[in-house]
């Protein structure tokens, strides 16, 4: 769901850049999922306050500046149990990984191996045997998301 970056402050705090739509709903969760040494932990968050684009939180068993320079750099999410219920026709971006990519001629792309925010629209990364493919998520590529046989069909050629 985001990065955490650097100290904020002397007691103990962190910024944390978000990855989520919107960075209101980390306001409910009481625990994070935080990537240390290869392993995700458990840290339970005592504050979180929204900062521009950013969020800045406080761990409760992170005290001072120095232990807060060890969180920087670490990815954070939580639980898929956490997730909020979506309504139709909305995805959580995991769900789609390894989807089949195929294009209205009925052309493999690859398979989706992951999703990122450009800043313009959000991209999917395709796999392909010797390559891989950006494709830009937006209405008039994306032309069916067949979620029970994992297949995503785009108006999107092989020569793109």
């Known amino acids: 769901m985001g990065r955490l970056l ?5 007691r103990g ?3 944390a850049r978000s990855f989520a739509s919107s960075s209101d709903s980390f306001s409910q969760f009481t625990n ?3 990537h240390i040494d290869s392993v995700w932990k458990t840290m339970e968050l005592e504050n979180v306050r929204a900062r521009e684009k950013n969020l800045i939180l406080k761990f409760v068993d992170c005290h001072d500046r120095d232990q807060a320079a060890l969180l920087g750099g670490a990815d954070f999410g939580i639980e898929r149990g956490q997730l909020p219920e979506l309504t139709d026709g909305e995805f959580y971006w995991h769900t789609l990984v390894d ?3 195929i294009n209205l001629a009925g052309e493999s792309l690859g398979v989706i191996d992951h999703l990122f925010e450009s800043g313009a629209q959000p991209v999917i990364v395709v ?3 010797n390559e891989n493919r950006l494709v830009p998520w937006v209405d008039h ?5 067949d979620s029970t046989n994992r297949i995503l069909t785009v108006d999107w050629g092989l020569d793109y």
């Open 32 to 34: 994070l999922l935080v």
């Open 141 to 145: 590529v994306i032309k069916e998301i």
């Open 13 to 15: 705090w962190v910024n």
């Open 6 to 10: 650097a100290p904020h402050g002397v």
């Open 127 to 129: 796999r392909a045997e």
């Open 99 to 101: 989807f089949d990519v």
